[in-house]
């Protein structure tokens, strides 16, 4: 495929004798939102944390495959993994403020990239804010503590704390699965804005956030890829068996 | 008085004991160094170096001054190495290294502090010695500084299990989102973990200060208590514990010099209490 | 470069720190055992001190072997018999704050060092008219090991989950049967391994002993008697320049280390216990 950003090739995760993810073969294309779909537990969260390899801080894990970033394996001895996960920004379920106030969150990232100079800084700051929709709601209140924010408006911080150390891939697992609906709506405009110049990928367990979000759909079960497809593709003409049902709502 | 009104008045007379104990110590304490204090100048029993306690001399400076110094020398050692190494067991070392170690601590924290100073005076009384001679510095061994690297080894693995314990309690979702930012596991841990920490860091090393103050059998066995006033680590000195140890058979027969060592039990006790009550002002303000 | 080079510098540090203290730990072990291993004999272990024992003469260490869990024995059962109810009624009679007023002074009481409650308990001794004996040791180290087992018994106590409070209470036992019955079985294996704990505390102790419980060649004969114990060995007999005398001081710190470690582990043991259910 063209504009593969991603390729994950015969990609397996075992967390100590449990095989969490099965041989999974997956490019990601360029600037797009892909979805990665499935029920509970079937290593979504598990894959999210492969590509930026978070999954290095967990005890008793082992991998086998390759995952290739722009070409490179990133599961290679010589790779700086700070560096690689500066390319990926991550996004959790639950926000995750930095024990700070809310312009030092945004600022976390470039400050540890060695940008000191105030002016710069708060250019990012405000850039950011604004292309996470926030600005407008925390422009007075910059030097308050960042968990004084609603867990819409966290969301939204982490976003542009993530944004803020200019990735190019966005990893998201379930990042309105904790907000109200209206908060969940600013957050999916924000992504649909920044696919134009990120790839984002994003893990969820709702079809109608995939219906809604999603240009290609990869839809996951008990740690193995089943389809792939883009998203019109996915819902009309589903091929395998377990797509079917779980697209009717059998299986969740 | 019915009976429950008794049964209530017994439990509360039975649970006001530990108050009652701590306050007739400390009164005791303090009531003896009075009598003794009123017939001398606090200022100049602090300050001087007099101590002829046959006739009735009593400069504390020598002991007061050799317990500072002591226990600041010993924090010099157990601060960082401590800080490093429950940075490393917690944050780098691998499941399997964690899990041998933290019994090890609990064994370690059970040895007797006799032990303690027979090792002290057996390997480090020496190593000292010959330590010093690289410098050109003539020392028995008997010194400040054996006294300091003994109290760190004992006072150690206590401050290394409760920061290990510290650290472990930091969400793990935190530590992974800092990572995700493109830090170094370095910088997750110098720039959030142990600013979070900050509170429970120091007061481990307060609780260890107390510890240290205090500490009788094993610095004894190393310090040289010799009345001098310490000036390098490797003079020998003569801490309060070693003083009041050292000197009490016998003196507490003449009423003075009994005074004198109540007082000096009074300042130990004063300096471990005040340590510790630092520590739970810092440590329970969360 | 600058950030990687400090983490590969700190790291450094690190190990070399923990290199540092294991390399301590080591030398604490092998200088002791090596040095008492050739002394620790039967005849050691196992006989009491022979005329001129302190010059080198022939004997052994038992009567402070046996001193020492004696005074151990006693001190911890003394302090054990009156925390517990202290701690019954700290959680469950008292009021909140005013049981958390006596904690202050408990956590107070665990900070005085030991050489302190080794005076407070000559005071004691003077003033009752008691000398150098088994009896005044074991109430000084009683009065040391109170804080700790006090301390540890409320906390096993303040984690017991409050339902099962409640469906003790909602079983229509009085609260005085239900503290004792329901704590008691629940809390076993925390408070063996608490009182274990402090048996061992109690038999390194050496500081409240000194001037306390005396010194002897023989097994005590009766409570008011003097009695010698292991730690005293040591700090008696370590500087001595001859090597028979001074290896005995080894010899008893090798019995006190092992102890130590026995009962250490031991506790570990049953403390999990709990958590095991």
């Not at chain 1, 994950?8 to 004798?17: H, Q």
């Not at chain 2, 004991?17 to 003794?36: A, E, H």
């Not at chain 2, 090890?104 to 006799?114: Q, R, W, Y």
Request: with cysteine.
């Amino acid at each position: 495929m063209e504009n593969e950003h991603i390729r994950i090739k015969n990609f397996s995760v075992w967390y100590g004798n449990e095989k969490a993810l099965n041989n999974i073969n997956l490019t990601i294309p360029n600037n797009a939102i892909t979805v990665i779909l499935g029920p509970s537990g079937c290593g979504k969260s598990t894959l999210l944390k492969s590509l930026n390899r978070l999954l290095d801080e967990v005890d008793d894990v082992r991998v086998e495959g390759e995952i290739l970033v722009d070409g490179k394996n990133i599961y290679d001895k010589d790779v700086n993994v700070p560096a690689l996960r500066k390319k990926m920004g991550l996004l959790l379920q639950k926000p995750q403020v930095l024990p700070f106030s809310i312009y030092k969150n945004v600022i976390f990232g470039p400050k540890i990239n060695g940008i000191k100079d105030k002016k710069i800084l708060k250019e990012i700051c405000f850039k950011y804010l604004n292309m996470a929709h926030l600005w407008d709601e925390v422009s007075l209140k910059l030097n308050e503590p960042a968990h004084k924010l609603s867990i819409g408006q966290q969301q939204r911080l982490c976003l542009a704390r993530g944004l803020a150390v200019e990735p190019e891939i966005l990893l998201c697992d379930e990042p309105t699965s904790a907000l109200d609906p209206i908060s969940s709506k600013k957050v999916e405009e924000t992504l649909l804005e920044l696919k134009k110049n990120y790839t984002i990928i994003l893990v969820t367990h709702i079809l109608r956030q995939a219906r809604r979000l999603a240009d290609y759909i990869a839809f996951f079960y008990l740690g193995e890829l089943v389809e792939f497809a883009q998203s019109k593709d996915f819902f009309e003409n589903p091929r395998d068996e377990r797509t079917k049902a779980y697209i009717k709502g059998d299986i969740s | 008085m019915s009976i429950g009104g008794a049964k209530k008045f017994f439990i509360n007379f039975y649970i006001i004991t530990p108050f009652l104990l701590f306050l007739i110590i400390f009164f005791y304490l303090f009531f003896n160094s009075f009598d003794f204090l009123k017939e001398k100048n606090l200022l100049e029993i602090l300050f001087s170096s007099n101590w002829k306690p046959l006739k009735g001399n009593f400069g504390f400076f020598p002991f007061w001054f050799s317990t500072f110094y002591v226990t600041m020398l010993s924090a010099l050692i157990f601060i960082p190495l401590g800080l490093l190494i429950s940075i490393y067991i917690s944050e780098y070392a691998n499941k399997k290294f964690k899990n041998l170690l933290k019994p090890f601590f609990d064994v370690l924290s059970a040895i007797p502090s006799v032990v303690f100073g027979l090792w002290g005076f057996t390997a480090i009384v020496p190593f000292v010695s010959n330590f010093g001679k690289i410098f050109g510095i003539q020392t028995s061994g008997f010194s400040i500084l054996s006294a300091s690297i003994v109290l760190s080894l004992m006072v150690l693995p206590f401050m290394i299990s409760l920061c290990i314990s510290l650290f472990e309690m930091v969400p793990f979702s935190l530590k992974e989102t800092v990572l995700s930012l493109g830090t170094t596991k370095f910088e997750m841990i110098e720039k959030v973990l142990i600013p979070e920490c900050k509170r429970g860091i120091i007061a481990s090393i307060f609780l260890s200060f107390g510890r240290a103050i205090g500490e009788t059998m094993a610095v004894m066995m190393v310090v040289g208590c010799t009345i001098k006033i310490p000036k390098t680590p490797f003079d020998p000195a003569y801490p309060i514990p070693a003083l009041i140890a050292n000197e009490f058979g016998e003196m507490m027969s003449i009423s003075s010099y009994k005074g004198a060592l109540l007082f000096s039990a009074f300042l130990l006790n004063l300096f471990v209490l005040i340590f510790h009550f630092l520590f739970r002002r810092v440590f329970l303000k969360e | 470069m600058n950030r990687y080079l400090k983490e590969k510098l700190f790291l450094i540090l690190m190990k070399i720190s923990l290199y540092l203290f294991l390399f301590m730990v080591a030398s604490l072990f092998f200088s002791i055992f090596f040095k008492g291993i050739s002394y620790l004999s039967f005849e050691m272990v196992f006989s009491k001190p022979k005329k001129g024992f302190y010059l080198g003469g022939g004997g052994g260490i038992l009567p402070s072997i046996f001193g020492s869990l004696v005074l151990a024995f006693f001190s911890t059962l003394l302090a054990f018999l009156v925390s517990l109810p202290m701690t019954i009624f700290l959680n469950l009679y008292s009021k909140r704050k005013f049981s958390n007023f006596i904690r202050n002074f408990i956590d107070l009481l665990w900070g005085i060092p030991s050489i302190v409650y080794g005076i407070f308990g000559f005071f004691i001794m003077v003033y009752i008219g008691l000398k150098s004996s088994l009896l005044a040791g074991i109430i000084t180290l009683s009065f040391v090991i109170f804080p700790l087992i006090l301390r540890s018994l409320d906390e096993l106590l303040q984690n017991i989950p409050f339902t099962l409070k409640e469906a003790s209470l909602s079983l229509g036992l009085n609260k005085f049967q239900m503290g004792i019955k329901v704590f008691l079985k629940a809390i076993a294996p925390g408070v063996l391994s608490s009182i274990l704990i402090s048996f061992g505390r109690a038999i390194g102790d050496s500081a409240s002993i000194l001037f306390t419980a005396g010194f002897s060649d023989n097994f005590p004969t009766s409570l008011f008697s003097p009695v010698s114990s292991l730690p005293l060995v040591v700090f008696y007999l370590y500087s001595s320049p001859d090597k028979e005398v001074s290896g005995r001081a080894y010899a008893a710190s090798i019995i006190l280390i092992i102890i130590s470690i026995l009962i250490s582990l031991i506790s570990r043991r049953i403390g999990k216990r709990i958590y095991g259910k």
